[in-house]
């Protein structure tokens, strides 16, 4: 077969947490051959991005962590994310893969010609690789709101994902526009220091009152000493997590949904007192249809005495303050758009042309789609981690991304062993197996009457819409037939 002498040589692209964890399992199976080009000066990905007031992962610490990479040092079970962030350093470190990694290069372009895919860097530097794996990330474009007058804002305005460091919150008023996990965040962190703090909402959310306590330096102690104790720990989370929520919310009538929808009411009715804003912060749709924002003291932290929320839409934004549609001007010194992310986008805006010069964008004019959200047809030898249509919905991404690396490995391995250079999902497969995830994803409690990011341009939910265990299932082996196998 046609290959590099030593071996295939990969690309990859991305250098969070899926690229690392494809770098090292590159290593471990002894393809030595393959580079990380990151556009950004730091690893890290989301966790590089976010620095927000307040950041942390809503999955638990160990199980939000590599398999192979446990830390028992973690300080919180929800860790905040500058501790996520050095946790990743230090892995990338530790395996030695962050020697590979080459910063400030951003790939702009990739092309499948002559059974190689050739890439281009917005540096001017030319690649050619057998394989390009693409851990690009799920949560990485921000997503700016259509409202007239950003741009006449007098005070500081940014992204939560592109946090001013350099603004002193301290005794100012402060708008946050959002409602979700990160608008939360920053509402439990900044509250009391804060002179004033509107919480635009446009959306209630359910809350699920999940504590996030200390992990005692006696316990990491133990966790240090025993590594079989370690391990389990991250096991039973993993089967706890799907049993009680990943596996619940692809099934709207299951009992854990209906216990889930019980304890975010209870939060709701137990904590806020105020009847006028019991009422704003009720949501009118079922719990865990969006993705459900987790915090122990939000209730507690939105009725503080500097803040305040309003559900009046928002018309303009002018250079004082945020003017809503009853007249009111709310003014204010620093405007944060907590609006979440650009979650089609993926791979793109890199100009990627695969057999024939088929175009991506042209291919995903209408929605990005993808064999089990790994493998496009028409684009051989191109691989996703945390594609389009994966388990994203409070899942671990990072169980996600160790199971589609080790099926992607797998694929590799079956195209060597026949000889062919190039893998890629059938056209046969990939519509199948959109065909069965939309008929599925009816079943599912994401479509029971909220609008949310995980819902498509047809509002079809665009996640894995079965149960972690079938993910699991589906991941140990490749089904060979649903791949082309070619010499070219």
Same mark, same amino acid.
């Given at each position: 077969?046609?290959?590099?002498?030593?071996?295939?040589?990969?690309?990859?692209?991305?250098?969070?947490?899926?690229?690392?964890?494809?770098? /090292?399992?590159? $290593?471990?199976?002894?393809?030595?051959?393959?580079?990380?080009?990151?556009?950004?000066?730091?690893?890290?990905? !989301?966790?590089?991005?976010?620095?927000?007031?307040?950041?942390?992962?809503?999955?638990?610490?160990?199980?939000?962590?590599?398999?192979?990479?446990?830390?028992?040092?973690?300080?919180?079970?929800?860790?905040?994310?500058?501790?996520?962030? &050095?946790?990743?350093?230090?892995?990338?470190? +530790?395996?030695?893969?962050? =020697?590979?990694? +080459?910063?400030?290069?951003?790939?702009?372009?990739?092309?499948?010609?002559?059974?190689?895919?050739?890439?281009? !860097?917005?540096?001017?530097?030319?690649?050619?690789?057998?394989?390009?794996?693409?851990?690009?990330?799920?949560?990485?474009?921000?997503?700016?709101?259509?409202?007239?007058?950003?741009?006449?804002?007098?005070?500081?305005?940014?992204?939560?994902?592109?946090?001013? %460091?350099?603004?002193?919150?301290?005794?100012? =008023?402060?708008?946050?526009?959002?409602?979700?996990?990160?608008?939360?965040? /920053?509402?439990?962190?900044?509250?009391?220091?804060?002179?004033?703090?509107?919480?635009?909402? +446009?959306?209630?959310?359910?809350?699920?009152?999940?504590?996030?306590?200390?992990?005692?330096?006696?316990?990491?102690?133990?966790?240090?000493?025993?590594?079989?104790?370690?391990?389990?720990?991250?096991?039973?989370?993993?089967?706890?997590?799907?049993?009680?929520?990943?596996?619940?919310?692809?099934?709207?009538?299951?009992?854990?949904?209906?216990?889930?929808?019980?304890?975010?009411?209870?939060?709701?009715?137990?904590?806020?007192?105020?009847?006028?804003?019991?009422?704003?912060?009720?949501?009118?749709? *079922?719990?865990?249809?969006?993705?459900?924002?987790?915090?122990?003291? #939000?209730?507690?932290?939105? $009725? %503080?005495?500097?803040? *305040?929320?309003?559900?009046? %839409?928002?018309?303009?934004?002018?250079?004082?303050?945020?003017?809503?549609?009853?007249?009111?001007?709310?003014?204010?010194?620093?405007?944060?758009?907590?609006?979440? #992310?650009?979650?089609?986008?993926?791979? &793109?805006?890199?100009?990627?042309?695969?057999?024939?010069? !088929?175009?991506?964008?042209?291919?995903?004019?209408?929605?990005?789609?993808?064999?089990?959200?790994?493998?496009?047809?028409? #684009?051989?030898?191109?691989?996703?981690?945390?594609?389009?249509?994966?388990?994203?919905?409070?899942?671990?991404?990072?169980?996600?991304?160790?199971? $589609?690396?080790?099926?992607?490995?797998?694929?590799?391995?079956?195209?060597?062993?026949?000889?062919?250079?190039?893998?890629?999902? !059938?056209?046969?497969?990939?519509? *199948?197996?959109?065909?069965?995830?939309?008929?599925?994803?009816?079943?599912?409690?994401?479509?029971?009457?909220?609008?949310?990011?995980?819902?498509?341009? *047809?509002?079809?939910?665009?996640?894995?819409?079965?149960?972690?265990?079938?993910? +699991?299932?589906?991941?140990?082996?490749?089904?060979?037939?649903?791949?082309?196998?070619?010499?070219?």
């Amino acid at each position: 077969m046609a290959e590099e002498p030593g071996g295939p040589r990969f690309v990859i692209v991305g250098a969070g947490m899926a690229g690392i964890l494809s770098a /090292i399992k590159l $290593q471990e199976a002894g393809l030595d051959d393959f580079v990380i080009y990151e556009k950004a000066d730091r690893l890290g990905g !989301t966790w590089r991005e976010n620095t927000y007031p307040g950041v942390a992962c809503d999955v638990p610490s160990h199980l939000y962590s590599y398999s192979f990479a446990p830390n028992p040092g973690w300080s919180h079970v929800f860790s905040p994310g500058g501790e996520i962030l &050095r946790y990743f350093e230090d892995v990338a470190a +530790r395996f030695g893969v962050d =020697r590979r990694i +080459r910063y400030g290069t951003e790939i702009c372009g990739m092309e499948f010609r002559d059974g190689r895919w050739h890439v281009e !860097t917005s540096t001017g530097e030319h690649d050619a690789a057998d394989y390009v794996i693409a851990a690009t990330g799920v949560l990485h474009h921000p997503a700016y709101p259509d409202i007239e007058g950003l741009d006449d804002f007098a005070g500081a305005l940014f992204h939560s994902a592109r946090w001013d %460091h350099d603004v002193d919150l301290a005794g100012k =008023r402060v708008g946050i526009i959002g409602t979700g996990s990160t608008a939360v965040q /920053i509402v439990c962190s900044i509250v009391e220091e804060v002179a004033e703090l509107a919480l635009f909402q +446009r959306t209630a959310q359910w809350v699920l009152p999940v504590p996030n306590p200390e992990i005692p330096p006696d316990v990491q102690d133990q966790y240090r000493a025993d590594p079989v104790l370690m391990a389990s720990v991250r096991d039973d989370l993993s089967r706890t997590f799907s049993d009680n929520f990943a596996n619940a919310v692809v099934d709207a009538e299951s009992e854990q949904v209906k216990q889930i929808q019980a304890m975010c009411l209870a939060n709701l009715e137990g904590n806020v007192t105020d009847p006028d804003l019991r009422e704003k912060l009720r949501p009118d749709y *079922r719990a865990a249809c969006k993705r459900l924002v987790v915090a122990p003291d #939000f209730y507690q932290k939105v $009725q %503080h005495p500097s803040a *305040r929320v309003v559900t009046d %839409h928002i018309v303009r934004v002018e250079p004082g303050g945020v003017r809503t549609d009853d007249g009111v001007l709310h003014e204010l010194d620093v405007l944060v758009l907590a609006t979440g #992310f650009r979650v089609d986008r993926f791979m &793109r805006p890199i100009d990627v042309r695969g057999r024939d010069g !088929t175009s991506l964008e042209d291919v995903w004019a209408q929605r990005p789609s993808a064999y089990l959200a790994i493998s496009i047809p028409e #684009f051989p030898n191109l691989f996703m981690l945390n594609g389009p249509n994966g388990p994203v919905g409070n899942f671990s991404l990072i169980e996600v991304a160790e199971l $589609q690396f080790a099926y992607i490995m797998k694929l590799v391995d079956a195209a060597r062993r026949a000889g062919a250079r190039s893998v890629s999902a !059938t056209h046969a497969a990939a519509e *199948r197996f959109e065909a069965e995830r939309t008929e599925a994803a009816a079943r599912t409690v994401w479509v029971t009457g909220c609008r949310s990011w995980y819902l498509d341009d *047809r509002g079809v939910p665009a996640a894995w819409p079965w149960t972690f265990d079938r993910f +699991r299932e589906v991941m140990a082996a490749p089904r060979l037939e649903d791949f082309e196998l070619s010499g070219s």
